[in-house]
Every structure is written in structure tokens, then in C-alpha cells.
């Protein structure tokens, strides 16, 4: 039939407009702002910096890579780095940002900037409600705006939230064992070494040992020679007075 298609169409419409009238399924509005939809797990607005524990400067994710940077398309990050080092999650001396800034009035929330980061340090953020009457400096967001805790991060992405945790903490496990297998590797190392020094010095002791009694056994026979020397003479006059009697 011509036009079937049309007219199933039109009818599909018509139920979903009726219907969100009477079914509180269809209804797709609210009383905002006193009343408010819980966004989903997966909704994204901007991007936030993501710490672990009391003091974000301690437990900063960001090594100021620069990565994200280099991606974003809009080309909204800006990042300075450190000109010194801390420790990461897994001990490991890494930079830090003294600065990193986001301008949302660029950003297109485009998440590239979360795939690309290998620190699982930046992730995308659900509040939306950021609006200022200052449309230049208030929608530049520097670094303490930006850092918010890891608990935070489980509060609004907790399904992926709780895989990046497993990952990390696999991460430092394999880190510390690869540590402390390298300190064992370094300690046998030194106890050989140590072993190998004292059979050295055994070896050379012994040695100085043998060569003073070489020493001393060839002093001792020249002097025995002399000795001998010396005696023959006399022995050979008290002979001669002892025939001549004889005679």
C-alpha cells in the first residue's frame, strides 16, 4: 500500500506525543531546578584531573606529558611543567603540572584527551551547571578548579571507576615485585662479590705466605753454604798437625 510506511510513522509520533501526557515513562521533563534527573554513569560534560588521597599536590595522576594537550582538537589544554620531580603511584620520580588550564568555552567534550591519557589521570566530569557572568576568565579553568579526589571519580563513573583502580593497583604490584626482585637480584650481587673479595684475599695471603717461606728456605742455603765454607779450612788444618804426629 502507498504510503504505509508514512502513516506508520505518523502513528508511532502520535503515541509518544499522547502518551507523555498520561505515562510518567514518557514524560521527558522536570521542574528544573528544584527538580533534577541523575545524569548517566556514561554522560560527560568537561574534563577534571583526577588525585589519590588527602593533598592533591601529593597525589597528582598528572606527569604534565603534555599528551592530551598535543591531541585536543580545539586546542583548549595549556600545560607547564615542572622543572623538578616526585613519585608517582608506583615510586617512579615523575614532572608534575605547576600549571594546567582547560578554556570549556573551546572544549567539545570529545573525551579524546581522556583515551589518550596513560596515566588514567584526567577523566570527564557530569556537572554541567558552570554558567558565569564572566565569559572569559570564568570559563578558564585552572588547576585547583580542575583536580577533584579519586572518590569523586567513584561517585559519578563507578563501574569504570572501580576497572581503573584494579588496573593501577595490578600495576604497583608488578612494579614493587619487579623492585624487590631487582634488590635481591643486587643483594646476591653483592654477597658474591664479597665471597669473591675474601677467596681473593685468602688466596693472596696464602700466597705471600709461600712466597716468605721460598724466601727464607733461599736465604737459609747460601748461609749454610758459608757456613760450610767457613768451617773446611779449619777442619783441614787440625787434620794436617794430626798426620804430620803420626809420622
Not at 560527560?44 to 594537550?69: M, N, S
Request: proline residues 6%; glycine residues 6%; contains cysteine.
Amino acid at each position: 500500500m502507498f504510503g504505509e510506511g508514512i502513516l506508520k510513522g505518523l502513528a508511532e509520533t502520535a503515541k509518544n506525543f499522547f502518551g507523555s501526557f498520561v505515562s510518567a515513562k514518557r514524560l521527558t521533563t522536570v521542574e528544573y531546578p528544584e527538580q533534577r534527573i541523575a545524569p548517566f554513569e556514561a554522560a560527560r560534560v568537561f574534563p577534571f584531573l583526577v588525585y589519590d588521597g588527602e593533598d592533591w599536590l601529593a597525589g597528582l595522576r598528572c606527569v604534565a606529558c603534555q599528551i592530551c594537550e598535543k591531541e585536543c582538537p580545539p586546542q583548549c589544554i595549556f600545560i607547564e611543567k615542572s622543572k623538578d620531580k616526585k613519585p608517582d603511584f608506583v615510586g617512579k620520580p615523575q614532572s608534575y603540572p605547576v600549571r594546567f588550564e582547560i578554556d570549556i568555552s573551546v572544549c567539545m567534550s570529545c573525551q579524546i584527551c581522556v583515551e589518550v591519557c596513560p596515566f588514567e589521570a584526567i577523566k570527564m566530569d557530569t556537572d554541567f551547571e558552570l554558567s558565569t557572568g564572566d565569559r572569559f576568565g570564568g570559563l578558564l579553568l585552572n588547576l585547583e578548579q580542575l583536580v577533584k579526589p579519586n572518590e569523586y571519580y567513584h561517585q559519578i563513573h563507578p563501574t569504570e571507576a572501580a576497572e581503573v583502580d584494579a588496573r593501577l593497583a595490578g600495576e604497583k604490584v608488578k612494579a614493587e615485585e619487579k623492585a624487590k626482585a631487582a634488590a635481591e637480584a643486587a643483594r646476591a650481587a653483592a654477597e658474591a662479590a664479597q665471597a669473591k673479595a675474601a677467596e681473593g684475599a685468602v688466596a693472596v695471603k696464602a700466597a705471600e705466605e709461600t712466597g716468605a717461606a721460598k724466601a727464607a728456605s733461599d736465604e737459609a742455603v747460601p748461609q749454610a753454604a758459608s757456613d760450610a765454607a767457613k768451617a773446611a779450612p779449619g777442619a783441614a788444618s787440625q787434620k794436617q798437625p794430626d798426620e804430620e804426629g803420626r809420622r
